[in-house]
């Protein structure tokens, strides 16, 4: 009998209760209160919280937006830059019992309307400049309101059942769509089997992370899990260039730095080799991390990346970890406390199979649901497994490869490939900085594989030679288009289908 792609690391930590998100973030805090919970990194200086700076600032907030009227249960809508009025707003809302909204800073007003109708929010906290026109039709609560209520006197802490909405976040989805993804209290609980089976981390450690105040990545690994085991966050100030990031790494002596792929690839061209003596390995999520670009970390500055896979439905729940490496290829494993699948139509399929990648609905990190659309949230579940929409397959250690989103995979010559599998055997031709693939359609009914790459331009027969010794036939690009850079979103994630777009209008954005 065939063994099954199916993984169970054991069950996971069971959520006490009462339980407050919030509360549970800083309590780890209050045995250290004079501790740096937090440095803001400029060039020349740092701006700095202790823990119980940090702590009475979200408590005060917590005040505030009770004393505007606000009621527990309640959602609020942010729009706030990247500051630290995003952290305070998001986590003095759930210490009150509201339930925060984050939204991106960059979206139009169409986009906020369409965010509004879904989240039917009682109020908006609106940063400075990002005034929408027309304006919501909701009570308004200003950035510099919101400072305000910083000092005022801490409220108590809202607890409750873990199980109840504690924070929204909006993602497209497959659907294109924006869909309003409600997490439980007890998400921020199911976080802590990351800490291991991830991170590593330590109370001790200084996480610097890349990204902006107002990304959930950043709030999630660069925030709230260094604070829930009291260690110090390092956030670079708005607007910092990344080629700075390795002289902030090793001034404030950080020991873990978690980016997005793009970021590394980024610093990387401006910094060949890199001393970070206090730093133990590098964090990557958000996309697929290359191996090329994992192995020229590790040639620059002799330390390692370990990779994370996870959805906006669901915490990260593959990894690798310094204590459990990811096997060459794979995202790593399964976490301890995770149930992870490969599912075909029938169920789990036998091992090395492509399938969907799928968690046990047991998990204490997976959404409540979608706001409002029931059917919707029907949908993403098969019988106990939550359908991530990603393919994958596992192998006999538990070990997942990733071969992309089910929308993504080409159809070669009547082949089903991954493009991550045509990206990788391409990543390191010569003179070739980035590369990615994608189907276009050359004439109706005739659709074949395209391949967009940054760097120095070549010849297309070069290149289909180079390809041609790599790839079988049916995989080998059959279009060559040499870029400026590859389309991505705000947070350095490859955008496919922009490609597929560059192509059909006939404009490919060359260099």
């Given at each position: 009998m065939e063994e099954l792609s199916i993984c169970d690391r054991g069950p996971a930590p069971r959520c006490p209760a009462p339980f407050n998100l919030a509360r549970h973030v800083m309590a780890?805090?209050?045995?250290?209160?004079?501790?740096?919970a937090l440095a803001i990194l400029g060039l020349g200086r740092a701006e700095r919280w202790s823990f119980a700076r940090l702590e009475a600032a979200i408590r005060g907030t917590a005040t505030g937006l009770l004393d505007a009227g606000l009621q527990p249960g309640q959602r609020i809508l942010l729009r706030l830059g990247n500051e630290v009025d995003f952290p305070l707003a998001f986590l003095g809302a759930i210490c009150a019992g509201l339930v925060p909204v984050p939204?991106?800073?960059?979206?139009?007003?169409?986009?906020?309307?369409?965010?509004?109708?879904?989240?039917?929010?009682?109020?908006?906290?609106?940063?400075?400049?990002?005034?929408?026109?027309?304006?919501?039709?909701?009570?308004v609560i200003a950035q510099d309101a919101l400072r305000k209520m910083r000092d005022l006197p801490p409220a108590d802490w809202q607890m409750g059942d873990p199980e109840r909405p504690a924070y929204i976040v909006f993602t497209s989805g497959t659907s294109g769509s924006p869909r309003a993804v409600v997490h439980a209290h007890r998400a921020l609980w199911a976080r802590q089997m990351m800490h291991e089976g991830w991170y590593g981390l330590r109370p001790d450690d200084r996480l610097l992370h890349a990204g902006a105040f107002n990304w959930t990545y950043t709030l999630g690994t660069g925030l709230l899990d260094p604070w829930s085991l009291?260690?110090?966050?390092?956030?670079?100030?708005?607007?910092?260039?990344?080629?700075?990031?390795?002289?902030?790494?090793?001034?404030?002596?950080?020991?873990?730095?978690?980016?997005?792929?793009?970021?590394?690839?980024?610093?990387?061209?401006?910094?060949?080799?890199?001393?970070?003596?206090?730093?133990?390995?590098?964090?990557?999520?958000?996309?697929?991390?290359?191996?090329?670009?994992?192995?020229?970390?590790?040639?620059?500055?002799?330390?390692?990346?370990?990779?994370?896979?996870?959805?906006?439905?669901?915490?990260?729940?593959?990894?690798?970890?310094?204590?459990?490496?990811?096997?060459?290829?794979?995202?790593?494993?399964?976490?301890?406390?995770?149930?992870?699948?490969?599912?075909?139509?029938?169920?789990?399929?036998?091992?090395?199979?492509?399938?969907?990648?799928?968690?046990?609905?047991?998990?204490?990190?997976?959404?409540?649901?979608?706001?409002?659309?029931?059917?919707?949230?029907?949908?993403?579940?098969?019988?106990?497994?939550?359908?991530?929409?990603?393919l994958g397959a596992m192998d006999a250690s538990g070990a997942v490869t990733y071969l992309g989103r089910?929308?993504?995979?080409?159809?070669?010559?009547?082949?089903?490939?991954?493009?991550?599998?045509?990206?990788?055997?391409?990543?390191?031709?010569?003179?070739?900085?980035?590369?990615?693939?994608?189907?276009?359609?050359?004439?109706?009914d005739a659709r074949v594989i395209a391949a967009f790459y940054t760097g120095q331009a070549q010849d297309d027969l070069t290149l289909s030679a180079l390809a041609e010794a790599r790839l079988a036939r049916y995989k080998q690009p059959r279009i060559w288009r040499h870029v400026a850079a590859l389309p991505r979103n705000a947070n350095g994630k490859l955008q496919r289908a922009a490609l597929a777009a560059l192509w059909e209008n006939g404009h490919d954005g060359q260099a």
């Open positions: 780890a805090g209050q045995q250290t209160p004079d501790k740096v939204t991106s800073a960059q979206l139009t007003a169409r986009e906020l309307a369409e965010v509004i109708a879904i989240a039917e929010p009682a109020a908006l906290v609106l940063g400075r400049g990002l005034e929408t026109d027309p304006s919501p039709a909701l009570p009291g260690a110090t966050a390092l956030i670079p100030v708005a607007g910092l260039a990344t080629e700075t990031l390795p002289l902030l790494l090793k001034r404030h002596e950080a020991t873990l730095f978690a980016a997005a792929p793009g970021v590394y690839r980024k610093l990387l061209s401006h910094h060949p080799t890199l001393d970070l003596p206090k730093l133990r390995h590098g964090l990557s999520a958000g996309e697929k991390l290359s191996a090329t670009l994992r192995e020229a970390w590790r040639e620059a500055s002799g330390k390692p990346i370990h990779e994370a896979f996870g959805m906006s439905e669901i915490s990260t729940f593959l990894s690798g970890c310094p204590s459990d490496p990811a096997p060459e290829g794979t995202l790593g494993r399964p976490q301890p406390g995770r149930h992870v699948a490969i599912l075909g139509d029938a169920g789990p399929l036998p091992l090395g199979q492509p399938g969907t990648i799928a968690v046990h609905r047991s998990d204490p990190g997976l959404m409540l649901g979608y706001l409002g659309a029931p059917e919707a949230t029907a949908e993403r579940f098969r019988d106990e497994w939550f359908l991530t929409g990603d089910r929308g993504e995979m080409l159809n070669a010559g009547g082949y089903r490939v991954s493009p991550l599998e045509i990206e990788a055997a391409l990543a390191d031709l010569p003179g070739v900085t980035e590369i990615a693939v994608t189907e276009v359609e050359v004439k109706q």
